[in-house]
């Protein structure tokens, strides 16, 4: 069955870094666009980032522009976004979709920025 599986969340200070992962199985990762969301308490889940099928295209939402950058291995299935020089505001469960004929999302992954 279609599987997202996010990982890589945790408690970091203000300034630091994460790396989450999203490992996808059971469809063609290869033909799918990729992107990463964010939702905070008491917010709507909002787009972070996302990156095209072949990779060769990003996009990433204005409040993270510079800090933030996605990738993807097609031959892993994976899907990753390092987080640099994180701030508090960026604390939310962070999500991994797939998109192409249909959707599919994964179970997100917390992350906490706090010191």
């Known amino acids: 069955q279609v599987q997202l599986v996010e990982s890589g969340g945790g408690l970091v200070q203000p300034g630091g870094s994460l790396r989450l992962s999203c490992a996808a199985s059971g469809f063609t990762f290869s033909s799918y666009a990729m992107s990463w969301y964010r939702q905070a308490p008491g917010k709507a889940r909002e787009l972070v980032a996302s990156i095209n099928s072949a990779g060769g295209s990003t996009m990433y939402a204005d409040s993270v522009k510079g800090r933030f950058a996605i990738s993807r291995d097609n031959a892993k299935n994976t899907v990753w976004l390092q987080m640099n020089s994180l701030k508090p505001e960026d604390t939310a469960v962070y999500y991994c979709?797939?998109?192409?004929?249909?959707?599919?999302w994964g179970q997100g992954t917390q992350v906490t920025v706090s010191s």
């Open positions: 979709k797939a998109l192409y004929m249909r959707a599919y």
